[in-house]
């Protein structure tokens, strides 16, 4: 988040509170610089494309395979990027309210403790499609913290209208493909664009 000069809510409920780093030190990680430097166009197409990897958590090479299938895709490349990058499982989680971060979804997933259409599915990456049913695990369905997760997520609003939470708030299903609008955090994607196409 200070590399990025931005919160990126990585940390769960720890970016809700006081403990959060980026209230207290907002400055870039490092020695404080005797004066800011102004930024090439190439820095700030990587710092950009570093931005968005880190926000859902993707290493440098499936980013790239994002990427070059968003530019098979009918439609603006960079909006189909973020599109496939929505669509991911652990993000799917999150964005649900079952994980207060990617990172703790990605956690519950390679458990073993999410269900895709009564599979189990331990692939954080996995694409979901419209239909498809999300439940938990026995043991996921009985934890305090997911039932915590949910309740916050309600009372704060931030369930995506792409999908929609059982009333148990154990099950959920996609009712349609996110669009450009559910993604919350400001990004160019433009800018990633135009880097990968050098």
């Known amino acids: 988040c200070r590399r990025e000069g ?14 959060c780093i980026f209230n207290k030190r907002k400055n870039p990680p490092g020695p404080p610089p005797k ?5 090439s166009g ?7 494309k570093q931005k968005v990897k880190r926000v859902y958590g993707v290493l440098e090479r499936p980013f790239r395979n994002y990427f070059e299938r968003a530019t098979r895709m009918k439609g603006i490349t960079g909006e189909n990027l973020l599109i496939l990058l ?3 499982l652990d993000n799917a989680l999150y964005r ?27 692939i954080p990456s996995y694409k979901v499609a419209i239909g498809d049913s999300i439940s938990l695990g026995d043991k996921l369905k009985a934890n305090k913290v997911v039932g915590e997760n ?3 997520a309600k009372n704060a609003g931030l369930i995506a209208d792409w999908m929609e ?13 996110p669009s450009r609008e559910n993604v919350d955090i400001p990004i160019k994607e433009n800018v990633i664009v135009e880097l990968y196409s050098k």
């Open 165 to 177: 939470l059982g009333e148990d708030g154990k099950t959920a299903k996609v009712v349609k493909l």
């Open 35 to 39: 004066r800011k430097p102004k930024a």
């Open 42 to 48: 190439y820095a700030t197409q990587l710092r950009e």
């Open 86 to 88: 929505e669509r991911r």
């Open 96 to 122: 649900l309210g079952l994980a207060s971060s990617r990172s703790q979804a990605r956690n519950f997933i390679t458990h073993g403790h999410i269900r895709v259409n009564g599979r189990r599915v331990d």
């Open 6 to 19: 931005l919160k990126l809510f990585l940390k769960g409920q720890k970016c809700m509170t006081d403990k």
């Open 150 to 152: 949910v309740e916050m």
